[in-house]
Every structure is written in structure tokens, then in C-alpha cells.
């Protein structure tokens, strides 16, 4: 069965950089877009970007162009989020999630999520 | 950014009512338009997809339809076990957007 499994929670100081790691089981990790969507305590969602495992493209929301990295380990079949120079308003928790639609090489289309990491906990405080 | 707005933020409903939580876009999305239900503590989850279309595994009495700028999602006969937040989303664009989320609570 298809599985992403997050990695654990963390506690960054403002200015500071997090790396979250997603591995994801169950289907050829290749083949499916991995995005990464964040939730602030209470709030709603919010999208942050894509990356196609296959050949690493990426593409990111606007908003977080700069600050925002995605990068995978095909090996492990995992993907990575880091975001620097945190700020309190980053405290939120950061989930993966697979995108539907199979892998169009050179294309990066809009997605359906069917499948979602646990969700990992980023805190940043002083 | 297409912008989505979800009406209304919360609810409450009796178990067997009839439930519809409307999301409308900024501009046409056709028929992209996908909806989530997560409840406290957990990741979101998958109902409906492409407007109208439902998820392999989600019980028949979600269902949605609309296309253009205006979308529902119904809920036929409501369960206790369908307390949560929904929330839909836009698929039209690579940059997706959610709408702000309803939360639905039972009486």
C-alpha cells in the first residue's frame, strides 16, 4: 500500500533552516509528482511547491521562491523540503503528499492529492 | 492566484441531515475542483475529485457537483464520523489553492 512517512518533529530558532524529509513505499517513486502543502495552527492550507522525482524539477509558489528548496534521494525514495531563514509565521505543520497524476516528462501539471504524509511540526521560536 | 472561498466556515448538523458546503473561484476552473475532509490531528483526505467523481474507498453519500466558478459538496445523509473541516481545492493551475475550510460540527 502506498505510504509517505515524514520525519519527525523539530524546534528552529527564527533565522535558522529545517529539512523535512518524506519516504515514500508502495509505488514506483519515480512516477508520481511529490508536493508540499502547510497548515499554521488553526489555518488552512496552504501550497508550496512540486518536485517530479524522476528528473528533480521543481517548481514553487511564488511566495516561497528563494527560501523554499525540494530535492529527492531516488535511492531511498524519499524527497526533502528545506526552508531557510525561518520566521515565526513558518511555525506550521509541513506535509507531502502525492500528486495523481503520473509523471509527464518536461510538464508540471496542477494536481490531485490522493495520498498525504503524517504531517511533520515545524516550531520556530526564540 | 485562483482564489477560493468556501461558504459557510462552520456548521452544525444533526446525524441525517442533508449537508452542502458551497466553494466558489475567482475565475473559472472548469471542472478541477477537488475536496478534502480532515478531521483534528490528521493529514487530509482525498473525497472528490474533478468536481463530481468519488474517490475509491469514500462513502456514497459525499457527493459533488458544479463546474465553471461554482462548486458543492453534499453530504447526503450525515454520519457522526463526518465531523471535520472540509476543504476544497483548485486543480486548475500548477499553483494550487484551497478554500479557507468549513468546519462541520454535529449536533
Redesign the interface.
Known amino acids: 500500500q502506498v505510504q509517505l512517512v515524514q520525519s519527525g518533529a523539530e524546534v528552529k530558532k527564527p533565522g535558522a533552516s529545517v529539512k523535512v524529509s518524506c519516504k515514500a513505499s508502495g509505488y514506483t517513486f519515480t512516477s508520481y509528482y511529490a508536493h508540499w502543502v502547510r497548515q499554521a495552527p488553526g489555518q488552512g492550507l496552504e501550497w508550496m511547491g512540486v518536485i517530479n522525482p524522476g528528473d528533480g524539477g521543481t517548481t514553487y509558489a511564488q511566495k516561497f521562491q528563494g527560501r523554499v528548496t525540494m530535492t529527492r534521494d531516488t535511492s531511498t525514495s524519499t524527497v526533502y523540503m528545506e526552508v531557510s531563514s525561518l520566521r515565526s509565521d513558518d511555525t506550521a505543520v509541513y506535509y507531502c503528499t502525492r500528486a495523481a497524476t503520473e509523471v509527464i516528462p518536461g510538464f508540471m501539471p496542477a494536481a490531485t492529492f490522493d495520498y498525504w504524509g503524517q504531517g511533520t511540526l515545524v516550531t520556530v521560536s526564540s | 492566484d485562483i482564489q477560493m472561498t468556501q461558504s459557510p466556515s462552520s456548521l452544525s448538523a444533526s446525524v441525517g441531515d442533508r449537508v452542502t458546503i458551497t466553494c466558489r473561484a475567482s475565475q473559472s476552473i472548469s471542472s478541477?475542483l477537488?475536496w478534502?475532509q480532515q478531521k483534528p490531528g490528521k493529514?487530509?483526505?482525498?473525497l472528490i475529485?474533478?468536481a463530481s467523481s468519488l474517490?475509491s474507498g469514500v462513502p456514497s453519500r459525499f457527493s459533488g457537483s458544479g463546474s465553471g466558478t461554482d462548486f458543492t459538496l453534499t453530504i447526503s445523509s450525515l454520519q457522526p464520523e463526518d465531523s471535520a473541516t472540509y476543504?476544497c481545492?483548485?486543480?486548475?493551475?500548477?499553483?494550487?489553492?484551497?478554500?479557507?475550510?468549513t468546519k462541520l460540527e454535529i449536533k
Open positions: 478541477f477537488n478534502y493529514a487530509p483526505k482525498l475529485y474533478a474517490q476543504f481545492q483548485q486543480s486548475n493551475s500548477v499553483s494550487v489553492t484551497f478554500g479557507q475550510g
